[in-house]
């Protein structure tokens, strides 16, 4: 019975996270454990958090020395982590009750699974169910899959072996850091999507990846996009060169459009149907 370990990196959502503890206690599947990593909140979340999983031996609660952003925090999450299979949960949202026993299921099943990703319900403060976010689709995992426009989100479960052959996560960067996650573990194996909503995404104004800056986050995620082509040694997008050194976004973004017309989205759905 393969153990999942939910990775919780916190900043300053402690009036979030009776929400997100009670989700984990509500799951069918019982074998996992808790890392939380609090990036030195600075609201009463080390408060509410201890006094929530005192009871509880599976909760493992650590703090930064100092505020050190998202990257750092989530890596730290991952190297403290004992089980098979690791998770990202954010304070701030939830897990569907049977988000961990549908989750573990492929594994079982397929064995060159490297990870899982689901369907995501958005949410409004109060977590009230608002509509499933429709991007999430079925991917072509290929060399040229960057996750741009958004297809792959939350929930998203990875084997911890595989995360070990990875660079691992960017302690560097402060957003776009799933995106970077989700595009190193997917080079080395394959992905299933669960057609099920598993994951409750809170929207609030003071949630991280709402609340930073547009272009900082954009410019991340150029960064990573640069970099996952470098790493693939891939040379030439459609025809036109990717260039030596990440300069402009824009310029990155670029080469991804013709990832958004009929003709290629029509070839994908090929592909998926037929495997061709």
């Known amino acids: ?16 996270f009776p929400d997100c503890f009670a989700s984990l206690m509500n799951q069918t599947y019982n074998n996992w454990e808790a890392i939380i990593v609090d990036d030195c909140s600075t609201d009463n979340s080390l408060e509410i958090i201890r006094e929530l999983i005192k009871d509880d031996g599976r909760f493992l609660l650590l703090q930064n020395s100092l505020n050190k952003g998202c990257g750092f925090t989530k890596r730290k999450c991952v ?5 098979d299979i690791c998770a990202f949960l954010d304070p701030d949202d939830a897990l569907h009750p049977k988000a961990l ?29 608002k509509e499933i976010f429709s991007s999430t689709k079925q991917i072509v995992n290929d060399r040229y899959f960057f996750n741009c426009p958004i297809q792959f989100a939350h929930f998203f479960t990875f084997r911890k072996d595989i995360y070990l052959k990875t660079s691992g996560i960017n302690p560097n960067l402060k957003s776009a850091v799933d995106q970077d996650l989700y595009l190193k573990i997917l080079e ?16 609030h104004d003071g949630g991280i990846s709402q609340h930073t800056g547009k272009k900082a986050a954009k ?23 990717v260039p030596e050194d990440f300069t402009d976004a824009d310029e990155i973004f670029s080469f991804l459009n013709y990832q958004t017309e009929l003709s290629y989205r029509l070839k994908m759905k090929l592909k998926l149907l037929f495997g061709l």
């Not at 019975?1 to 979030?16: D, F, P, R, V």
């Not at 026993?101 to 977590?127: F, G, R």
């Not at 080395?188 to 995404?201: A, R």
Request: net charge positive.
């Open 101 to 129: 026993e549908e989750s573990i299921i492929p594994y079982h099943s397929t064995s060159n699974i490297v990870a899982t990703y689901s369907k995501m319900m958005l949410c409004d403060e109060k977590l009230t169910s």
């Open 79 to 83: 190297e403290h982590a004992n089980g």
């Open 1 to 16: 019975m393969k153990k999942i370990s939910i990775l919780i990196a916190n900043y300053n959502n402690g009036k979030y």
């Open 188 to 203: 080395l194996g394959e992905v299933k999507f669960i057609k099920k909503v598993l994951y409750k995404y809170r929207l």
């Open 219 to 241: 410019n991340s995620f150029a960064l990573i996009i640069h970099e996952t082509m470098k790493r693939r040694n891939i040379n030439y997008i459609n025809h036109c060169k």
